[in-house]
Nanobody
């Protein structure tokens, strides 16, 4: 049974860092396009970054440089490194997986993804 499970969320002070992980079972994280999204209270879900099977990445505006998407060394989890966090980064963070290897076109559209994790809360506050 295919499952995506996020972890690593929590509370952090402004300027801090977090590492989110999305563990996949029944699904290959290196053979498919995967992405991270987030949804802040009262806002629509927003695409953060995607990683396709060829290793190509896409990032949302202004996030590249602070956020980095990758696979872990075991190649069984999708990772999101987040640095220089601000209160505006407070949201529920979701990982998503596509049934296809590519996702450069419309990578930040929720409709491109077939599988979703349950989300992990990230709160940035002093």
């Amino acid at each position: 049974q295919m499952q995506l499970v996020e972890s690593g969320g929590g509370s952090v002070q402004p300027g801090g860092s977090l590492r989110l992980s999305c563990a996949a079972s029944g699904y290959s994280v290196i053979s498919h396009c995967m992405a991270w999204f987030r949804q802040a209270p009262g806002k629509e879900r927003e695409g953060i970054a995607s990683l396709n099977s060829a290793g190509h990445t896409n990032y949302g505006p202004s996030l590249k440089g602070r956020f980095a998407i990758s696979n872990d060394r075991s190649q069984t989890a999708l990772i999101l490194h987040m640095n220089s966090l601000t209160p505006e980064d407070t949201a529920v963070y979701y990982c998503a997986g596509s049934a296809y290897p590519g996702c450069d076109v419309l990578w930040d559209s929720e409709r491109r993804y077939d599988y979703w994790g349950q989300g992990t809360q990230v709160t940035v506050s002093s």
